[in-house]
């Protein structure tokens, strides 16, 4: 049971929730937020954040047994994780040295994408993942946040999930609440619990739109998902994010560990390639960065990063009204993939 504990819920998928005061949680044990006050409220350009209607809405099955009172977060009993190595196709954008004409934009406040939710097989104390990720720095100064979902180590699961780090994912930083860092300010989103419904082959498909954007009046890095304001990482935690970001990513990954000595078969996305397309293969949509006004801006210049394309692929998609999209993903282990 996490200190400051006033209420705790079991989900019926088996999660157990705990209803924290808001006060207690874990970010103020992080010696940078001793005398920290809440900011309950930010003050970030509303055309920053805004997204479409979205009837395709995610749920998490503890609130059927309950909720927490106003005055509490929930956060999810689990045990710790490490980071994991990395075999990811993603898009990204990027500071690049000697790129003198770029358009203005270098400088990034935050980012958006929707993000189709699938459950992918995963084996052997494995990851997948679909998120964004948003940093600043190079080697051991690289700072980071990310955010969007992931399956772990067989789950038929997939949860909603945020990280941090500020050294390279050497000493500082963890998944969710389970170090000091991210501040909670929302009682309807517990971190690292699972979201469902999600979406299955030729089927219905469900998403989930998740918003990063800096309020540069108080320098913290705000998080929306369904845009529902969730909390925010402070940027006292970071050093080279603390001002603004230099890259952003979006797209897929997973852990490799070669287990029976060949690549891995846990699958990225849905399991399918790109090409397979809507319904079958999982997509990002109306991508996006926030500009130095607040602005929700269509990233230029993108640069396409794929480690193994027989394994898991990407392809841009175009449709209109979807803004910048992709599909990405693969079976992994195959063949064409050894």
């Known amino acids: 049971?996490?200190?400051?504990?006033?209420?705790?819920?079991?989900?019926?998928?088996?999660?157990?929730?705990?209803c924290v005061d808001i006060n207690k949680q874990p970010a103020f044990n992080h010696p940078l937020l001793k005398s920290h006050t809440i900011q309950m409220k930010t003050h970030v350009h509303s055309s920053g954040t805004e997204s479409e209607n979205n009837h395709n809405i995610l749920f998490q099955s503890w609130h059927k047994n309950g909720e927490c009172p106003e005055g509490t977060i929930p956060i999810l009993r689990t045990p710790h994780s490490n980071r994991r190595r990395r075999s990811y196709p993603t898009v990204s954008q990027k500071r690049r040295a000697n790129d003198f004409s770029a358009p203005p934009g270098h400088e990034y406040y935050g980012a958006r994408a929707t993000i189709?939710?699938?459950?992918?097989?995963?084996?052997?104390?494995?990851?997948?993942?679909?998120?964004?990720?948003?940093?600043?720095?190079?080697?051991?100064?690289?700072?980071?946040?990310?955010?969007g979902w992931l399956v772990n180590n067989g789950e038929n699961k997939t949860r909603l999930f945020t990280y941090w780090?500020?050294?390279?994912?050497?000493?500082?930083?963890?998944?969710?609440?389970?170090?000091?860092?991210?501040?909670?300010?929302?009682?309807?989103?517990?971190?690292?619990?699972?979201?469902?419904?999600?979406s299955r082959y030729g089927a219905e498909q469900f998403e989930m739109i998740i918003t990063i954007t800096k309020d540069k009046s108080s320098g913290n890095w705000w998080l929306l998902m369904q845009d529902q304001f969730i909390g925010y990482w402070p940027g006292s935690i970071f050093t080279s994010l603390a001002d603004c970001s230099t890259e952003i990513n979006w797209g897929g990954e997973i852990t490799n560990s070669e287990f029976a000595g060949h690549h891995?078969?846990?699958?990225?996305?849905?399991?399918?390639?790109?090409e397979e397309s809507f319904g079958k293969a999982c997509f990002f949509r109306k991508i996006g960065y926030v500009d130095e006004s607040?602005?929700?801006?269509?990233?230029?210049?993108?640069q396409v990063y794929v480690t193994k394309p027989p394994c898991y692929d990407l392809?841009?998609?175009?449709?209109?009204?979807?803004?910048?999209?992709?599909?990405?993903?693969?079976?992994?282990?195959?063949?064409?993939?050894?």
């Not at 607040?294 to 993108?302: H, T």
């Not at 209109?320 to 064409?336: A, L, M, N, V």
């Open 264 to 274: 891995t078969s846990t699958q990225m996305g849905s399991g399918h390639f790109p």
């Open 116 to 147: 189709n939710v699938w459950n992918p097989a995963t084996y052997q104390g494995e990851f997948s993942f679909a998120q964004i990720w948003v940093g600043s720095g190079e080697g051991d100064e690289a700072n980071t946040m990310e955010v």
């Open 315 to 338: 392809r841009f998609a175009k449709y209109e009204g979807d803004g910048i999209s992709f599909y990405f993903g693969g079976p992994g282990y195959s063949d064409k993939c050894p």
């Open 165 to 198: 780090t500020r050294d390279d994912y050497r000493s500082t930083g963890c998944y969710n609440l389970v170090c000091p860092g991210f501040v909670q300010t929302t009682t309807q989103i517990s971190l690292g619990a699972a979201v469902e419904p999600v």
């Open 294 to 302: 607040g602005n929700m801006r269509d990233p230029k210049d993108l």
């Open 1 to 18: 049971m996490h200190e400051g504990t006033v209420k705790t819920i079991k989900g019926e998928d088996g999660d157990v929730i705990d």
